[in-house]
């Protein structure tokens, strides 16, 4: 596999040229630009699952995610099969702005493609104060993802477990906590607590290690793959172009 050398930077600009036409208002593209560098300084795979997720992106406007509910402490949010970058910092900052009234809460969204993109959501609230649990399940490999963070902390803990069956019944689902207190899933949630109890841990990242990612990947710059990288200045150009022509034809009216 042929790799290039880009800067934290450096990507953090093209990926939102390749964001800025698809969306209508700033902050969605620089949220979801900013969504896929977390997850690449991370190592944990922002632009192979942003490209994945490009045609779930493009297409965001056909999709209109539904409140199914709307408690003080209790969202359920229906996605419609699509991509958690459309909606991820929305519903996290919902959450949020609920845990700072009712001192908790707690977000399930069903029904959504790429879950794995709530793991920065999880570092956002406890940036703002907010200890942080988030998990979700990956049936086919019968693992259980939970990503969580202490209030006022900058790294997460991230670990991967292998549960003994499937639960279809999560399939394509994840939740997320967000609270002013210390969270404990073992207590609040029996469910998950017996199935983390009884699971394997397959992998665990460490708050330190994401630390160590962060600070070498900022020192060194970011190695990708050229495949990947390629194709999103092929998507950023194309966008470039199209957006003159545009202005081009405007202009002559």
């Known amino acids: 596999m042929n790799t290039t050398k880009i800067s934290i930077n450096e990507l953090s600009a093209l990926l939102k040229r390749v964001l800025e036409s698809l969306y209508a208002d700033n902050k969605d593209y620089e949220d979801t630009a900013q969504l896929a560098l977390w997850l690449e300084i ?17 297409n965001h406007d056909a999709v209109v995610p539904t409140l199914i509910t709307d408690d003080v402490d209790r969202c359920v949010i229906d996605n419609m099969n699509g991509s958690l970058f459309n909606i991820a910092c929305v519903a996290t900052d919902m959450t949020i702005a609920k845990s700072s009234f009712a001192g908790y809460c707690h977000t399930n969204i069903i029904n959504c493609q790429h879950l794995n ?3 920065p959501c999880v570092a956002r609230c406890g940036a703002r104060g907010y200890s942080s649990s988030a998990w979700w399940f990956e ?5 259980l993802h939970v990503a969580s963070i202490s209030a006022n902390q900058t790294n997460l803990k991230y670990r991967i ?15 997320l906590i967000c609270s002013q207190e210390k969270i404990d899933l073992s207590d609040s949630y029996e469910h998950l607590g017996h199935l983390m109890d009884s699971a394997r841990q397959k992998k665990q990242i460490s708050s330190i290690k994401f630390k160590q990612r962060f600070e070498k990947n900022q020192n060194n710059g970011l190695t990708i793959d050229e495949a990947n990288y390629l194709r999103l200045y092929k998507i950023a150009d194309q966008i470039l172009v199209e957006a003159t022509e545009k202005s081009r034809h405007n202009a002559g009216e």
Do not use: C, F, P, W
């Open 42 to 58: 991370h190592n944990l795979n922002g632009i192979s699952t942003l490209l994945s997720a490009m045609e779930y992106i493009t």
């Open 161 to 175: 477990m292998e549960i003994g069956s499937e639960s279809d019944i999560y399939h394509r689902h994840v939740d």
């Open 117 to 119: 993109v709530i793991i």
């Open 139 to 143: 049936t086919s490999a019968k693992q």
